[in-house]
């Protein structure tokens, strides 16, 4: 490794008291396209819309096909939060 860029952590890293969430895993993955196919599910902490604060969701990783896709899911509503589909190339991964 030669370096680190920091400057993200550094900008954004602050203490946070973070909600517990209201929905479990599975009433938030009820919430899911029915043909998805996850293969992973964690909280993670996003933008909201504005772009001005933050929301507490679970992130669902799957497939519909051969397209990989990042589901956000408000913890709190229930709400659909966001859908990045993941594009994977030999100079990396890119979402969409």
């Given at each position: 490794?030669?370096?680190?860029?920091?400057r993200?952590?550094?900008?954004?890293h602050?203490?946070r008291?973070?909600p517990?969430?209201?929905l479990?895993?599975d009433e938030?993955?009820?919430?899911?396209?029915?043909?998805?196919e996850?293969?992973?599910?964690?909280?993670?902490l996003?933008?909201?819309a504005?772009?001005t604060g933050?929301?507490?969701?679970?992130?669902f990783?799957?497939?519909i096909?051969?397209?990989?896709?990042?589901?956000?899911?408000?913890?709190?509503?229930?709400?659909?939060?966001q859908?990045?589909?993941?594009?994977v190339?030999?100079?990396?991964?890119?979402?969409?």
């Amino acid at each position: 490794m030669l370096g680190v860029d920091a400057r993200q952590y550094l900008t954004n890293h602050r203490r946070r008291t973070l909600p517990r969430p209201r929905l479990t895993p599975d009433e938030a993955r009820s919430r899911l396209n029915p043909h998805l196919e996850v293969s992973r599910v964690q909280l993670a902490l996003i933008p909201d819309a504005a772009g001005t604060g933050e929301v507490l969701t679970y992130e669902f990783q799957g497939k519909i096909g051969d397209e990989v896709y990042l589901v956000y899911i408000n913890a709190e509503t229930g709400a659909e939060e966001q859908i990045l589909q993941l594009i994977v190339t030999d100079g990396g991964t890119f979402t969409l």
